[in-house]
Antibody, heavy 122, light 112 residues
Protein backbone atom coordinates (compact mmCIF):
# COMPACT_ATOMS: atom_id res chain seq x y z
CA UNK A 1 0.00 0.00 0.00
CA UNK A 2 1.29 3.43 -0.96
CA UNK A 3 1.58 5.46 2.23
CA UNK A 4 2.95 8.77 3.47
CA UNK A 5 3.27 9.48 7.18
CA UNK A 6 4.22 12.92 8.48
CA UNK A 7 5.74 13.65 11.87
CA UNK A 8 7.51 16.43 13.72
CA UNK A 9 4.71 18.91 14.26
CA UNK A 10 4.09 20.64 17.55
CA UNK A 11 3.94 23.92 19.44
CA UNK A 12 6.76 26.38 18.79
CA UNK A 13 7.30 30.00 19.75
CA UNK A 14 7.43 32.75 17.12
CA UNK A 15 10.93 32.92 15.67
CA UNK A 16 11.55 29.28 16.49
CA UNK A 17 12.35 26.31 14.28
CA UNK A 18 10.84 22.92 13.55
CA UNK A 19 11.71 20.05 11.22
CA UNK A 20 8.94 18.02 9.66
CA UNK A 21 9.48 14.53 8.26
CA UNK A 22 7.46 12.47 5.81
CA UNK A 23 8.11 8.72 5.68
CA UNK A 24 7.18 7.04 2.39
CA UNK A 25 6.40 3.38 1.84
CA UNK A 26 4.83 1.13 -0.76
CA UNK A 27 6.47 2.76 -3.79
CA UNK A 28 9.89 3.63 -5.21
CA UNK A 29 10.34 6.94 -3.40
CA UNK A 30 13.43 7.93 -5.38
CA UNK A 31 11.41 7.99 -8.61
CA UNK A 32 8.82 10.53 -7.49
CA UNK A 33 8.64 14.29 -7.09
CA UNK A 34 7.22 15.46 -3.79
CA UNK A 35 5.47 18.50 -2.33
CA UNK A 36 4.53 20.05 0.98
CA UNK A 37 1.07 21.61 1.21
CA UNK A 38 -0.37 23.33 4.28
CA UNK A 39 -3.82 24.19 5.55
CA UNK A 40 -4.34 26.86 8.20
CA UNK A 41 -7.19 26.19 10.67
CA UNK A 42 -10.51 26.58 8.89
CA UNK A 43 -8.81 27.69 5.67
CA UNK A 44 -8.01 26.23 2.26
CA UNK A 45 -5.00 24.44 0.87
CA UNK A 46 -1.77 26.33 0.19
CA UNK A 47 1.11 24.86 -1.76
CA UNK A 48 4.39 25.33 0.15
CA UNK A 49 7.29 23.63 -1.61
CA UNK A 50 8.33 21.17 -4.33
CA UNK A 51 11.35 18.91 -4.76
CA UNK A 52 12.29 16.80 -7.76
CA UNK A 53 12.99 13.10 -7.49
CA UNK A 54 16.76 13.62 -7.28
CA UNK A 55 16.50 16.72 -5.12
CA UNK A 56 18.22 18.85 -7.71
CA UNK A 57 15.22 21.10 -8.41
CA UNK A 58 13.41 22.92 -5.61
CA UNK A 59 10.70 25.57 -5.51
CA UNK A 60 9.05 27.51 -2.69
CA UNK A 61 5.98 29.64 -2.25
CA UNK A 62 6.85 33.29 -1.72
CA UNK A 63 5.32 33.12 1.76
CA UNK A 64 8.03 30.73 2.98
CA UNK A 65 10.98 31.51 0.71
CA UNK A 66 14.16 32.14 2.69
CA UNK A 67 12.72 30.58 5.85
CA UNK A 68 11.81 27.01 4.87
CA UNK A 69 14.07 24.37 3.31
CA UNK A 70 12.79 21.22 1.62
CA UNK A 71 15.06 18.19 1.30
CA UNK A 72 14.89 14.44 0.84
CA UNK A 73 16.89 11.32 1.63
CA UNK A 74 16.10 8.72 -1.00
CA UNK A 75 18.08 6.08 0.87
CA UNK A 76 15.76 6.55 3.85
CA UNK A 77 12.58 7.05 1.79
CA UNK A 78 12.04 10.32 3.58
CA UNK A 79 11.06 13.91 2.79
CA UNK A 80 11.79 16.82 5.11
CA UNK A 81 10.79 20.42 5.69
CA UNK A 82 13.06 22.54 7.84
CA UNK A 83 11.08 25.55 9.06
CA UNK A 84 12.96 28.50 10.57
CA UNK A 85 11.89 31.97 11.72
CA UNK A 86 8.38 30.69 12.26
CA UNK A 87 5.49 33.13 12.40
CA UNK A 88 1.95 32.89 13.75
CA UNK A 89 0.68 32.74 10.17
CA UNK A 90 2.64 29.51 9.62
CA UNK A 91 0.22 27.74 11.97
CA UNK A 92 -1.32 24.97 9.89
CA UNK A 93 -1.59 21.28 9.23
CA UNK A 94 1.28 20.35 6.94
CA UNK A 95 0.77 17.58 4.40
CA UNK A 96 3.31 15.84 2.21
CA UNK A 97 2.02 14.68 -1.16
CA UNK A 98 3.48 12.66 -4.00
CA UNK A 99 3.24 13.93 -7.56
CA UNK A 100 1.38 11.55 -9.84
CA UNK A 101 1.78 11.96 -13.59
CA UNK A 102 -0.81 10.52 -15.91
CA UNK A 103 -0.38 10.15 -19.65
CA UNK A 104 -1.66 13.66 -20.31
CA UNK A 105 1.21 15.44 -18.61
CA UNK A 106 0.77 17.65 -15.58
CA UNK A 107 0.95 16.14 -12.16
CA UNK A 108 -1.70 15.73 -9.55
CA UNK A 109 -1.04 15.13 -5.87
CA UNK A 110 -1.63 11.54 -4.89
CA UNK A 111 -1.50 10.28 -2.26
CA UNK A 112 -1.40 12.68 0.68
CA UNK A 113 -0.18 11.97 4.17
CA UNK A 114 -2.44 12.38 7.17
CA UNK A 115 -0.84 15.70 8.07
CA UNK A 116 1.01 17.07 11.09
CA UNK A 117 -0.10 20.16 13.00
CA UNK A 118 2.31 23.02 13.52
CA UNK A 119 1.23 25.69 16.00
CA UNK A 120 3.27 28.88 16.29
CA UNK A 121 2.34 30.72 19.45
CA UNK A 122 3.88 32.24 22.54
CA UNK B 1 -6.94 35.50 -2.36
CA UNK B 2 -6.56 32.23 -4.26
CA UNK B 3 -5.26 32.14 -7.83
CA UNK B 4 -8.13 29.83 -8.78
CA UNK B 5 -11.62 30.98 -7.82
CA UNK B 6 -14.25 28.62 -6.48
CA UNK B 7 -17.66 29.35 -4.92
CA UNK B 8 -17.36 29.13 -1.11
CA UNK B 9 -20.33 26.83 -0.83
CA UNK B 10 -22.87 24.82 -2.80
CA UNK B 11 -25.71 22.62 -1.66
CA UNK B 12 -28.14 20.09 -3.00
CA UNK B 13 -30.66 17.51 -1.93
CA UNK B 14 -29.93 13.80 -2.06
CA UNK B 15 -30.17 12.50 -5.62
CA UNK B 16 -29.69 15.91 -7.17
CA UNK B 17 -26.84 17.16 -9.37
CA UNK B 18 -24.47 19.90 -8.31
CA UNK B 19 -21.57 21.57 -10.05
CA UNK B 20 -18.55 23.36 -8.64
CA UNK B 21 -16.72 25.85 -10.81
CA UNK B 22 -13.03 26.68 -10.82
CA UNK B 23 -12.12 29.88 -12.62
CA UNK B 24 -8.56 30.71 -13.54
CA UNK B 25 -6.75 32.84 -16.08
CA UNK B 26 -4.50 32.76 -19.12
CA UNK B 27 -1.48 31.93 -16.98
CA UNK B 28 -2.90 28.76 -15.44
CA UNK B 29 -5.94 26.90 -16.74
CA UNK B 30 -6.03 28.98 -19.92
CA UNK B 31 -2.36 28.24 -20.54
CA UNK B 32 -3.20 24.59 -21.00
CA UNK B 33 -2.35 23.24 -17.57
CA UNK B 34 -4.54 20.38 -16.45
CA UNK B 35 -6.97 20.78 -13.57
CA UNK B 36 -7.17 18.27 -10.74
CA UNK B 37 -9.85 17.99 -8.06
CA UNK B 38 -9.56 16.83 -4.46
CA UNK B 39 -12.17 15.84 -1.91
CA UNK B 40 -11.53 16.54 1.76
CA UNK B 41 -13.93 14.84 4.14
CA UNK B 42 -14.24 16.44 7.59
CA UNK B 43 -11.14 15.89 9.68
CA UNK B 44 -9.24 14.01 7.00
CA UNK B 45 -6.51 14.66 4.44
CA UNK B 46 -7.40 15.63 0.88
CA UNK B 47 -7.92 12.77 -1.57
CA UNK B 48 -7.48 12.88 -5.34
CA UNK B 49 -10.92 12.84 -6.98
CA UNK B 50 -10.34 13.84 -10.61
CA UNK B 51 -7.01 14.10 -12.44
CA UNK B 52 -6.13 15.45 -15.84
CA UNK B 53 -9.36 17.47 -16.07
CA UNK B 54 -11.74 14.55 -16.42
CA UNK B 55 -10.19 11.27 -15.29
CA UNK B 56 -11.27 9.33 -12.22
CA UNK B 57 -8.77 7.33 -10.16
CA UNK B 58 -9.69 3.75 -9.45
CA UNK B 59 -12.37 3.56 -6.79
CA UNK B 60 -13.94 6.97 -7.42
CA UNK B 61 -17.63 6.54 -8.37
CA UNK B 62 -18.69 7.62 -11.84
CA UNK B 63 -21.10 10.05 -10.16
CA UNK B 64 -18.11 12.39 -10.12
CA UNK B 65 -17.02 13.98 -13.39
CA UNK B 66 -14.77 16.83 -14.44
CA UNK B 67 -14.48 19.10 -17.43
CA UNK B 68 -12.36 22.01 -18.60
CA UNK B 69 -12.99 24.78 -21.09
CA UNK B 70 -10.95 27.89 -21.73
CA UNK B 71 -9.88 29.40 -18.42
CA UNK B 72 -12.34 27.41 -16.30
CA UNK B 73 -13.05 23.92 -15.08
CA UNK B 74 -16.00 22.26 -13.42
CA UNK B 75 -16.68 19.34 -11.12
CA UNK B 76 -20.09 17.71 -11.39
CA UNK B 77 -21.59 15.37 -8.85
CA UNK B 78 -24.75 13.50 -9.81
CA UNK B 79 -27.00 11.39 -7.61
CA UNK B 80 -25.87 13.36 -4.55
CA UNK B 81 -25.36 11.29 -1.41
CA UNK B 82 -24.94 12.28 2.23
CA UNK B 83 -21.38 10.91 2.17
CA UNK B 84 -20.45 13.47 -0.51
CA UNK B 85 -20.63 16.25 2.07
CA UNK B 86 -17.07 17.56 2.07
CA UNK B 87 -14.78 20.34 0.90
CA UNK B 88 -13.67 20.23 -2.73
CA UNK B 89 -10.54 21.88 -4.13
CA UNK B 90 -9.34 22.42 -7.67
CA UNK B 91 -5.62 22.54 -8.43
CA UNK B 92 -3.53 23.49 -11.43
CA UNK B 93 -0.21 25.16 -12.21
CA UNK B 94 0.61 28.78 -13.02
CA UNK B 95 3.27 30.00 -15.44
CA UNK B 96 3.44 33.41 -13.73
CA UNK B 97 4.43 31.63 -10.53
CA UNK B 98 7.34 29.70 -12.03
CA UNK B 99 5.02 26.87 -12.97
CA UNK B 100 4.25 26.10 -9.36
CA UNK B 101 1.09 24.48 -8.12
CA UNK B 102 -1.93 26.61 -7.25
CA UNK B 103 -5.17 25.71 -5.48
CA UNK B 104 -8.66 27.08 -5.50
CA UNK B 105 -10.03 28.43 -2.26
CA UNK B 106 -12.22 25.39 -1.78
CA UNK B 107 -15.96 24.77 -1.93
CA UNK B 108 -17.96 23.34 0.93
CA UNK B 109 -20.67 20.99 -0.30
CA UNK B 110 -23.70 20.58 1.94
CA UNK B 111 -26.16 17.75 1.30
CA UNK B 112 -29.54 19.02 2.48
Amino acid sequence: EVQLVESGGGLVQPGGSLRLSCAASGFTFSSYEMNWVRQAPGKGLEWVSYISSSGSTIYYADSVKGRFTISRDNAKNSLYLQMNSLRAEDTAVYYCARVYYDSSGTGSFDPWGQGTLVTVSS
Amino acid sequence: QSVLTQPPSVSGAPGQRVTISCTGSSSNIGAGYDVHWYQQLPGTAPKLLIYGNSNRPSGVPDRFSGSKSGTSASLAITGLQAEDEADYYCQSYDSSLSGNAVFGGGTQLTVL
